[in-house]
């Protein structure tokens, strides 16, 4: 189900698109205490000291003497890339891991997981049999527990999150407040 030519991640990162909080498996055998499932709140990564560094990488692009026409144009993919590196090297702090600060390495591999479409869907035994083919011997039965306990609940609260939302969009649309368009149909990957 989850086969990858590169082997299995140290840290795995499990995103939920509408939550504020995420699950970092941080499956690295050096780890102190053993490989552990921890979940996060955004919060703990959003923090003033990365939106300084965003702000200040933000303003190096902006601010290059020798940009061109054409590379004002890649600002926004430029800006994407800023904003990943920065959330990437935040959560690995939140880990413990200590990357030096000119180093761009995040100190091992680093998967992500969004919990969107049919990923979102997984329930049961097909969510163990996925979180068994990920982490096999890397997280202890317990842990693999943890961590699949911890997915399902944070997986409905997804689940109920889009309906929300779609509510909301519905109701706006109604009373007028929906804007330029609406949206009539969309495949929420089922």
Known sequence: MFESDRGSADITLCIFPHLKEFIAIDARGDRPGGPAVLRLPIS???CEEFYSKVESDFSKILRRHDAGFLELMGIPQQVAAVVRANSLKRIIAELGINIPESSNEPGG??????????LLALEGPLLSEAMQELFGSKLAPHAREQLIEQLLELMEQERKSIGDASAQDIANLISGKGGPYATIWESIGN
């Open 109 to 118: 591999t680093v998967g992500v997981l969004f919990f969107a479409g049919s």
């Open 44 to 46: 703990n990564i959003l």
